[in-house]
């Protein structure tokens, strides 16, 4: 029995999950098959309605 | 990013892949194959030294391929983890030729071209799988020759060059302008070179290559011994130095025509809500096509750009107002119709044939640069994930989940967040993540419980 948790995909939706998982206690690993993780938000320059910037 | 790389509960596994899960909800086995990058990760200080002496040019994906990355490369610059990696297919050192360049310039040692790829167990709980998806190949839908007409792109794309990192450095200059510069620049270097070649002729036999050749041509050349030996070289090698540069003369002449893209057409729903490929919204299209007008706007105010649609969807907190700001701001204007067809006139203008469903008439409309709202298409390596994980994806080949709990998969133990759910805007991933996190949580936590009990 482990309490360790799989994250596959280190876009804007595995980074959150890990950090929220890590925030709780949780050993995460998140594996990632590029060799950044970021993922398709990474490319955006500006994200909508704010227009923050995306990195 | 950062806080992913820096925080100690979790372990970063970048650029490796899922091999295979045995196991139930509380007590998986995971087989990961971490891919050699050829750079230690305990070593590499991600400076970037050998990026720049690396001879060899690749198509940099993450700029879309509108840029060139080196054999030896980051995903991005402020990617994490920061350490390099070796692209196996294109460095020259795998490939068996000689190199090693990088090797030499790594001060901190870190470049091993024999490291191995390393397979790693893990033993988890609760697996989520966010592989996110695949922006839709336009190519397949011929009417807007992607592809064929350089000055249509795809909305990463012009995202690409709207970033003040991209290969533009943000200014939105058309693909068609670029590849007549690099033309320029190519034939430039040629010109010079043979323009040396000349020069050395000109000066051992004391006349210009302009009056040789005439003389040569003419047939009225008197040579010494020297020029003799010389002439044919010497009159091949100017018609050739011309073959260049009279094409150069042409493109610089029309490279002085070249400004940014300032009437930019967004077209919607580029292969989804189209039976063709996708029935389905992909949700965050409308709203990015806004924002990459706008952007382009605040970037250049002379921009104005039309959104062309079947509607506008701007369901979310704060979208409607951000739709009419762009209207009121920022010279957007939005058009109700879905364009026909795309063609291009003389000088490489996209020119759109569509129905203005208003006035009930088909126009043509010349713009400077087309951008597609392309689908949120399932990620191509969701089959195997499921295969792997023993889960079901649906009929389009998204991961499979049902309405009343629309984060789990059809094992239990497996979530599902964010797009390879289902298409999605950031927010709204960003949500259900946290909501996957806590489903995760929910069963490693219970099946802990049980076994204390």
Not at chain 2, 7 to 13: C, E, G, K, S, Y
Not at chain 2, 278 to 286: A, E, K, V
């Amino acid at each position: 029995m482990t309490k360790d948790i799989l994250v596959l995909g280190g876009g804007i939706a595995g980074i959150q999950s890990s950090l929220d998982l890590a925030e709780m206690g949780f050993k995460v690993h998140l594996v990632e098959s590029l060799p950044s993780i970021g993922g398709k938000m990474a490319q955006l320059d500006k994200t909508f309605p704010t227009n923050d910037c995306a990195i | 990013m950062l806080d992913v790389g820096r925080h100690p509960n979790i372990t970063l596994l970048a650029y490796s892949e899922l091999e295979k899960v045995e196991g139930e909800a509380g007590n998986f086995t995971a087989t990961v194959r971490r891919k050699a990058r050829y750079v230690e990760e305990d070593k590499c200080t991600g400076c970037g030294a050998c990026a720049k002496v690396c001879p060899t040019p690749v198509e940099d994906l993450y700029n879309e391929g509108h840029a060139k990355r080196r054999a030896i490369y980051s995903w991005f610059a402020q990617g994490i983890p920061s350490t390099h990696a070796i692209d196996p297919d294109h460095c020259r050192v795998l490939s068996g030729k000689k190199c090693g360049i990088c090797q030499k310039k790594c001060e901190a040692g870190a470049i091993n071209f024999a490291q191995k790829e390393r397979v790693s167990e893990l033993y988890v709980g609760a697996v989520i799988v966010a592989t996110g998806y695949d922006v839709f190949d336009p190519v397949k839908m011929p009417e807007y020759r992607y592809g064929q007409i350089d000055n249509v792109v795809t909305a990463m794309e012009f995202e690409r060059f709207l970033s003040a990192s991209g290969p533009t450095a943000g200014h939105v200059y058309r693909p068609s302008d670029r590849k007549v510069e690099a033309r320029i620049e190519e034939l430039e270097k040629k010109v010079k070179k043979s323009q040396k070649v000349l020069d050395r002729f000109e000066r051992n036999h004391e006349i210009t290559t302009h009056e040789f050749y005439g003389a040569y041509k003419a047939g009225n050349l008197n040579p010494g011994e020297d020029l003799e030996k010389d002439q044919d070289k010497w009159a091949k090698k100017y018609e050739a130095h011309l073959e260049n540069a009279r094409p150069l003369k042409t493109l610089r002449e029309k490279a002085k025509g070249f400004t940014s893209a300032k009437k930019l057409a967004f077209i919607q729903c580029a292969g989804s809500r189209d039976l063709r490929f996708y029935p389905f919204c992909s949700g965050f299209c409308c709203m990015h096509s806004i924002k990459e007008a706008i952007i382009a706007h605040e970037h250049d105010n002379d921009t104005c750009s039309v959104i062309f649609g079947m509607d506008i969807r701007a369901v979310g907190k704060g979208f409607e107002e951000y739709k009419i700001r762009g209207e009121n701001n920022s010279n957007v204007s939005y058009k109700r119709s879905r364009v026909a067809e795309i063609t291009k006139d003389a000088d490489e203008n996209p020119v759109l044939i569509y129905e203005d469903t208003k006035e009930q008439k088909v126009k043509r409309q010349t713009f400077d640069l087309v951008v597609l709202a392309t689908a949120c298409a399932p990620a191509k390596g969701n089959r195997k994930i499921a295969d792997i994980l023993k889960i079901d994806v649906d009929q389009y080949g998204f991961f499979k989940t049902d309405s009343a709990n629309p984060l789990d998969t059809s094992r239990s133990g497996v979530f599902v967040c964010g797009c390879a759910q289902n298409p999605m805007d950031i927010p709204e991933s960003v949500a259900q993540a946290s909501s996957a996190a806590a489903r995760a949580a929910q069963t490693v936590i219970n099946k802990n419980d049980k076994k204390a009990s």
